[in-house]
């Protein structure tokens, strides 16, 4: 397997065809094993899968730390993208954050865990509707000219939300949901990022794993696996989206892969601008993932699977609906 690599936005930033999310290492799908986690970041930089995604608040700062781990002794050898903006209050529920003085806090924080002094790609996580759009790029901006940046992104914003963002700073990356039971993005979100040169990551691009075909109960999952709280996870929606997997089940199948690389592959075939960032912490997974990079698909193989996956015939919200709240999207 040979890794592809792609550029997000105008301004020169080159990364893997597939990255890593890690946030699972350290939140939302059961307990983490921090020695297989950094192994598996080591192995995904061995594959040629450099571009890692991180946040502030996954693992409230743990996720960092532990990339901190890999980054010194191969720095070099990464691209690391992170995020701020969100962030646990006192009661243990999340607020969002964007204003100027915020951005600037944050990002100091994000690069002592991370134990790096620049971060190539810094994202607002989420909208902070009680901030200008214009107040929190315009701060993210300061913080290229003050070279602790490289390139700014934006996450789950709106078309309107990117253009008045980037008229401020040139937005390299609008991250946002996007797989073949997700695809509300195609509408007006991607042909804007096209339109403006703005590169599209897509993360969550096997369904929280329901794409991987092997999630059919949440019976067996931890009990701390945020997919018991997940609509889509849930009773007749869990069953209705169960029979969408047959086609994917069964070309996977004819073509000698299986149902993850076959998503995955989708979500690569839309466009030389994606870069999808499937998450895991274990290396098992990610070199199933990687083997994605040689699954090809022709105009029948692409025909097919959007007849079966259609925009809006999943069953349920994407997220419970607190999480929906600052989703633009």
Known sequence: MTMQRRRLGTGGLEVSALGLGCMGMSQAYGPGDDVESVATVEHSIDLGMDFLDSSDIYGVGHNEELLSKVLAGRRDDVVLATKFGVFRKPDGTSGVNGRPE???????????????????????????????????????????????????????????????????????????EYSLWTRLVETEILPTCRELGVGFVSYSPLGRGFLTATVTTTEGLDASDRRHLHPRFQGDNLQSNLD??????????????????????????????????????????????????????????METLDAAFPPDVTAGDRYPAAQMVPLET
Request: glycine share 8%; net charge neutral; proline share 4%.
């Open 244 to 301: 969408l997997l047959a086609v994917l089940r069964d070309m996977s199948a004819a073509k000698g892969c299986t149902p993850a690389q076959l998503a995955l592959a989708w979500v690569l075939a839309r466009g030389d601008d994606i870069v999808p960032i499937p998450g895991t912490k274990r290396r098992r997974f990610l070199d199933d993932n990687a083997g994605a990079m040689n699954v090809t698909l022709d105009a029948a193989d």
């Open 102 to 176: 915020y951005v600037a806090e944050a990002c100091d924080a994000s690069l002592r865990r991370l134990g790096i002094e620049v971060i190539d790609l810094y994202y607002l996580h989420r909208l902070d509707r009680d901030t200008p759009i214009e107040e929190t790029v315009g701060a993210m901006g300061r913080l290229v000219e003050a070279g602790k940046v490289r390139f700014i992104g934006l996450s789950e914003v709106g078309a309107a939300t990117l253009r008045r963002a980037h008229g401020v700073h040139p937005i390299s990356a609008l991250q946002t």
